[in-house]
């Protein structure tokens, strides 16, 4: 047997295999990677104009068009967009719709990082700042705030972006004490007008000034209410004749026209602190039920209806309220009981004088429905003890559900190209408005050329957010939303709690009503919620 030897030695026959052409040495081979740009970050820029100031249209160009040249400087970032609300107040981020429009875009992965000017810009509620800048960390969207040298990017921006936006609410909250001494001081003197003019006026030089046309509805309803019409005849009747409202929204319902018969404005007087906001974040607001001092001003205006016609129509309301008036129904439960078997409408009997309300086919035949009757007092006190929970509870129960579907209806609207479309149309031509008016200040502009052009540039402004708006109110496909700011307003200007039934809260808010056996009934409201009562 031949053996190979190495050094004298023989050779194993393993080492032998180890380097056979069957089993090459292993060569390693190292292969460069390819030199590639890195990754752009998507950078969004975030302006609030919070002011009403003559000059806010032109502040408003002025931060969208630095955060384009900030955005754009740098070669590691691509500019999304910039988002830009104006004229709101940063108080709260749920009526801000380029803020709510941007955080879309950030959790659908459009956008990777955010410049703002300083956490007051972000937000003046310390909840909310903390609430959306979690929110965005959680799904790798940094916030960069330039006044404070915050960058939520580093570990510890947390805790100082708490304590910057803090002073911000602070500062709010310092501004709005300020503001509301000054109102009531106002109110004190007899000169405080309220912003929002009641429907029949414009404010105007801070009068309260007649609108003809809006005037004239007014005194129709007082005529048609005294001529012994109710609530909802009359609102029947403005909206088969296609009157139109506020916003030009032909939106008439038996509350909107009560609180017109109730208006003091509309005889010359103004009571004034009718409501107020609470001193504490967010500042909802309250209506007034004495918490604080109101003052009855007399003649501060033009009236549109003679005192004699609101006089009248005030004792109207009284009697009406003392004797039952359904407005066209016999009794205050007819046709608003359903059964939960068979579907029929409930109908009153009386037996033994006691009133019962019985499903009909029950009634006709007990072999056609098993519906139970119902005595008509448990119905009122089940009516009662609904309405009391309601009262109490309702910022816990309403305020929630008209915040969500607010949020609902932002889906609907703030992902809408053509919102975003109109929006930077606004913004260009707002940054043209600004350059001109550069020009006229360094004396290059003609200021009779500058006037044609200014107004030019305004007259598509105006038309641009006109279109904005009618694209939103298309989008808003139901009024449930409207339907519970009219439950809130009913409820707010409302008796705290009830001892007796109380027929017009019955018809104001109460759609219909549910029975299931003799031991529950369920409330269905005007905008759709339904709250159980056992009877």
């Known amino acids: 047997m031949f053996v190979a030897k190495e050094g004298g030695k023989p050779m194993n026959s393993m080492n032998i295999q180890g380097i056979s052409a069957l089993n090459p040495k292993k060569e390693i081979i190292k292969i460069n990677a390819l030199k590639s740009e890195m990754a752009k970050l998507r950078v969004a820029g975030y302006a609030r104009v919070s002011s009403d100031s003559a000059d806010q249209l032109n502040s408003f160009s002025t931060q969208v068009n630095y955060y384009q ?58 909840l909310d700042a903390i609430g959306v800048i979690r929110e965005l960390k959680d799904i790798g969207v940094t916030v960069y705030f330039e006044k404070e040298n915050l960058d939520t990017a580093t570990l510890t921006s947390e805790n100082l972006l708490t304590l910057y936006s803090l002073f911000a609410q602070e500062e709010s909250m310092t501004i709005s ?55 909802s005849a009359i609102a029947k009747e403005l909206m088969a004749d296609e009157i139109p409202f506020k916003k030009n929204k032909i939106k008439w319902r038996p509350q909107t026209v009560g609180i017109i018969l109730k208006n003091e404005r509309y005889v010359g007087d103004m009571l004034l602190q009718k409501s107020f906001a609470e001193d504490a974040l967010p500042y909802n607001k309250r209506i007034n039920k004495g918490e604080l001092p109101q003052y009855y001003v007399s003649n501060t205006h033009e009236p549109i209806v003679e005192r004699i016609q609101f006089e009248l129509a005030k004792i109207l309301r009284e009697e009406r309220r003392e004797n039952i008036n359904t407005d066209c129904k016999e009794y205050p439960l007819s046709k608003k009981i359903k059964c939960a078997e068979c579907g029929t409408t409930y109908r009153r009997k009386e037996t033994n004088n006691t009133v019962y309300w019985v499903c009909r086919q029950h009634d006709d ?29 309702y910022g816990n129960i309403l305020i929630p559900l008209l915040t969500q579907l607010e949020k609902l209806q932002d889906l609907r609207t703030r992902n809408n190209p053509e919102i975003g479309t109109l929006n930077k149309q606004i913004a260009e031509l707002a940054e043209q408005n600004h350059v001109m008016n ?9 200021s009779a050329l500058f006037i044609s052009q200014t107004d030019e540039l305004q007259k598509k402004i105006r038309k641009l957010k006109s279109a904005k708006l009618k694209l939103l109110e298309e989008q808003d496909a139901d009024d449930s939303i409207d339907k519970t700011e009219d439950l809130i307003d009913i409820l707010e200007s409302g008796p705290d709690k009830i001892t007796e039934f109380n027929d017009s809260l019955m018809e104001e808010i109460v759609a219909k009503m549910i029975a299931y056996d003799d031991k529950t009934i369920d409330f269905l409201l005007i905008n759709g919620l339904v709250l159980k009562e056992r009877l």
Do not use: H
């Not at 941007?102 to 703002?116: E, F, N, P, S, V």
């Not at 609108?211 to 005529?223: G, K, T």
């Not at 448990?378 to 609904?386: G, H, N, P």
């Open 177 to 231: 004490k300020n503001c509301k001494k000054g109102a009531r001081m106002r109110m004190s003197k007899g000169t405080y007008v309220s912003s929002n003019p009641p429907y029949g006026y414009r404010l105007i030089n801070n009068e309260l000034v007649i609108e003809e046309n809006e005037a004239e509805i007014v005194r129709r309803i007082f005529q048609e209410y005294l001529s012994g019409k109710g609530y």
């Open 438 to 446: 550069g020009l006229l200040s360094k004396g290059i502009l003609d």
């Open 69 to 126: 040249r900030i955005i754009n400087g740098n070669p590691m970032w691509q500019m999304t967009e910039v988002y830009a609300d104006e004229g709101i107040s940063g108080i709260s981020v749920n009526k801000r719709d380029d803020f709510a429009r941007m955080l879309a875009d950030c959790k659908r992965g459009k956008i990777d990082r955010i410049i703002t000017k300083s956490t007051s810009r972000f937000a003046r509620n310390t």
């Open 365 to 393: 035949s007990k072999e056609l429905c098993g519906g139970r009757k119902l005595p008509e007092e448990k119905i009122y006190s089940a009516f009662i003890r609904m309405y009391n929970k309601l009262s109490k509870n």
